[in-house]
């Protein structure tokens, strides 16, 4: 069955560092992969989407994400992480018309 | 704001009862998807309506329906609640199906929820 799996279930870094959210995936063929934001009381945002093309995919609020298919990953980065980046994120996949979410990263920013 | 709209933001209900969630999807999206978030299961596919018709079902309990109406809003209802159905249930909404509109149709905007609460 396709899954999705995000092994850090809680991250912290200092305002101003660099940032990476793993995301692996396992799917047979070629994957469509979303980033998803979900700040404190607030729904999901799209971050980023891959469907193909460029691996490595920009997306808004800075965010980047690079799609490696021998590795099965689609993780987020960021260079510079702002206060306002604490929130929980989400990496999914699309599949037959439903979205397979994974467990979510808790990102925490100290200042 | 993604365009998607759901009322009521909370609802404290008690057992046994039953409620209803609405959504409105964005402008010009014909297909809404209920997604249930909880501690112990995380995000799952509830249900997808396109255009007014049941596309997909997920772990949708029987317990819970929805519909989708010419006006293309959606409602879901949740009868005969137990504690363990406390949680966030989202409804997003794309233009179209994927297997007829592809992918970049189905680009899925979430609402900003409806926090349920069973005591």
């Known amino acids: 069955a396709q899954s999705v799996t995000q092994p850090d279930i809680h991250i912290t870094v200092s305002e101003g560092a660099s940032l990476e959210l793993r995301c692996n995936y396992s799917y047979g063929a070629t994957p469509y992969l979303f980033w998803y934001v979900q700040s404190p009381g607030q729904g999901l945002q799209l971050l980023l989407k891959?469907?193909?093309?460029?691996?490595l995919v920009q997306g808004i609020k800075g965010f980047e994400a690079e799609f490696k298919r021998s590795q099965s990953s689609y993780n987020l980065r960021k260079p510079s992480v702002h206060w306002s980046d604490a929130a929980e994120y989400f990496c999914?996949?699309?599949?037959?018309?439903?979205?397979?979410f994974g467990t979510g990263t808790r990102l925490q920013v100290f200042p | 704001d993604s365009g998607v709209t759901q009322t009521p933001k909370h609802l404290i209900t008690a057992t046994g009862q039953r409620v209803t969630l609405r959504c409105s999807p964005r402008?010009?999206?014909?297909?809404v998807y209920w997604y249930q978030q909880s501690l112990d299961q995380g995000l799952q596919f509830l249900i997808q309506y396109y255009n007014g018709e049941e596309r997909a079902k997920g772990n949708i309990l029987e317990r819970f329906s929805a519909q989708q109406f010419p006006d293309l809003h959606s409602e879901l209802n949740l009868s005969s609640l137990e504690l363990g159905d406390s949680a966030l249930y989202f409804c997003?909404?794309?233009?179209?199906?994927?297997?007829?509109?592809?992918?970049?149709?189905?680009?899925?905007?979430f609402g900003a929820g409806t926090r349920l609460s069973v005591l």
């Open positions: 402008s010009g999206d014909l297909s």
């Open positions: 891959y469907f193909s093309g460029d691996t």
């Open positions: 997003a909404s794309s233009v179209g199906p994927g297997q007829w509109g592809g992918v970049a149709k189905n680009i899925q905007y």
């Open positions: 999914a996949v699309w599949r037959t018309d439903k979205l397979i």
